[in-house]
């Protein structure tokens, strides 16, 4: 038998060890983890050894090639009856024929002539790991989140890979109000439910870093979200239900993606009665929100820290706004075309704790038109808006052998909302009748407080469940609380 034939003689028998004490111990059901640092020691008491074989079944020493380390062929005992090498044959490692010749990846394999331990393995250590403990349950493999292979022995926690962040935001682009100025407490308004009452896109909402291959349906219901005074003083406010489906897909070898957002609402509706001295005052919308195609990169990334961006793009697809003044129709085109240029970041110092933050800026490039009877008054611009979103969180549980909850974390999030510039805020008067648009409240910074639940189901499925919170009072506030559900699969 060749110097081939040796080796593939050695590594038959240490593939049958393995084997027979991955289906004694289920060592199968393990795969995919890393190794629980743990290594097993040798039972207090060896067991007897094993008789020495006759020497007519011992094979010939193989004949060594020039420049090439010779396997040599060995008896299982306790050091009695061992065949001596061949003469001429070298050694198996410098330091003399106890040292076993180096595995192929570089870790020592057993010593030769030592009799191996039933329950004791000697498998080579992954870069980052140590030898697989088959009595002890495993941690969970973090190196199985990494995008590309640890190189350098390095431990990696994959700080791409993170829960997706949830989200806070619903902030309407402003009023409509009758009369020629806007008096609070007195002048009937009411918020204006653009786009189907949809909110402004923001890119952290269920969104993080890592681009990922997903579709999903995202719930938002937003308590008290919508004011309105009627002509007679009394305050009132209304709910919005949203729901949200999207698509997400990589490319250039999973550095990049691109997103595709389309919201749902319910109908919105609010009429206001007039009295003696004020006209009445109303406004609906449908159920359709603006489409957002969103570009997203992971720019780089270290040990614990990743850093990304990209641009969206808010498309006006969504409903108009509809209403009356006095009996007068007016209408709320929804024209504006919104550029979202981002930055993301996300930390992941150990194997559970993690973080993550986007800066954004969201920028109209156009106003929408506003026409009072049949005669255009104006464009009402949105303004320009900065959100700053940041999440901690922590893995509660995690077992990717699990056979239904493989994931369990739980995240806070604070987000800050602040205008960049002022309300763009006017009037038209149209056969006696005065309609005001604009954001009557002007400059508004809303502070949001997040509480979740990420969950994780199998290796493709995720389930996130929160809830919302205003820090401020009215009108630094969009609604009064917010639930939020969302469910993501990864194909």
Not at 302 to 324: C, E, K, Q, T, Y
Request: charged residues 15%; contains cysteine.
């Amino acid at each position: 038998m060749g110097k081939r034939g040796g080796r593939a003689v050695f590594r038959g028998m240490i593939l049958l060890m393995l084997g027979v004490l991955a289906i004694s111990e289920g060592l199968a059901q393990q795969g995919g983890w890393r190794s629980s640092g743990q290594a097993l020691s040798a039972d207090p008491v060896p067991p007897p050894p094993l008789p020495p074989l006759p020497e007519a079944t011992a094979m010939p020493a193989p004949k060594p090639t020039p420049n090439q380390a010779s396997v040599p062929t060995e008896k299982v005992g306790n050091g009695a009856g061992q065949k001596k090498p061949a003469p001429g044959t070298p050694s198996s490692a410098p330091g003399g024929p106890g040292n076993a010749a180096p595995a192929k990846n570089g870790s020592p394999s057993a010593s030769a002539g030592a009799a191996p331990s039933p329950g004791v393995t000697s498998t080579p250590s992954k870069p980052g790991g140590s030898a697989l403990s088959i009595l002890d349950t495993p941690s969970a493999d973090v190196g199985q989140f990494c995008p590309a292979p640890v190189s350098g022995g390095s431990t990696c926690f994959c700080p791409e890979d993170v829960p997706f962040m949830f989200g806070d935001h619903l902030l309407v682009p402003g009023q409509v109000f009758a009369g020629a100025a806007f008096v609070p407490g007195t002048t009937p308004y009411a918020d204006i439910p653009l786009a189907g009452g949809s909110r402004r896109i923001k890119i952290a909402d269920n969104n993080r870093l890592l681009p990922t291959d997903r579709v999903y349906f995202q719930y938002n219901h937003f308590h008290n979200a919508f004011e309105r005074v009627d002509a007679a003083g009394r305050p009132a406010v209304g709910s919005l239900d949203q729901y949200t489906l999207g698509i997400e897909k990589t490319f250039l070898e999973g550095r990049w993606s691109c997103e595709v957002r389309m919201p749902f609402t319910g109908a919105y509706q609010a009429d206001m009665a007039p009295t003696s001295n004020l006209p009445g005052l109303g406004v609906s919308t449908s159920h359709y929100g603006n489409l957002a195609a969103i570009v997203k990169g992971h720019l780089c990334s270290g040990r614990w820290w990743a850093l990304g961006g990209g641009l969206g793009v808010d498309i006006p697809l969504g409903s108009d706004v509809h209403g009356f003044i006095d009996g007068t129709p007016f209408a709320i085109d929804n024209d504006a075309v919104h550029l979202l240029p981002f930055g993301a970041a996300t930390i992941r110092p150990t194997e559970r704790l993690f973080g993550q933050a986007f800066l954004q800026v969201d920028v109209p490039l156009n106003g929408n038109r506003v026409v009072l009877d049949t005669t255009p008054i104006g464009e009402l611009t949105p303004q320009t808006l900065l959100y700053v979103d940041a999440a901690l969180g922590y893995w509660l549980y995690q077992n990717r052998c699990a056979k239904w909850l493989t994931g369990l974390a739980g995240l806070v999030e604070v987000h800050y909302t602040t205008p960049l510039q002022n309300a763009d805020v006017f009037t038209g008067t149209v056969g006696g009748r005065t309609l005001g648009v604009g954001n009557v409240w002007n400059r508004q910074d809303v502070v949001n407080l997040t509480i979740g639940l990420h969950a994780e189901f199998g290796q493709a499925c995720t389930l996130g469940v929160g809830g919302v919170v205003p820090l401020d009072d009215r009108p630094d506030r969009a609604f009064d609380a917010e639930v939020q559900v969302f469910f993501n699969y990864r194909y």
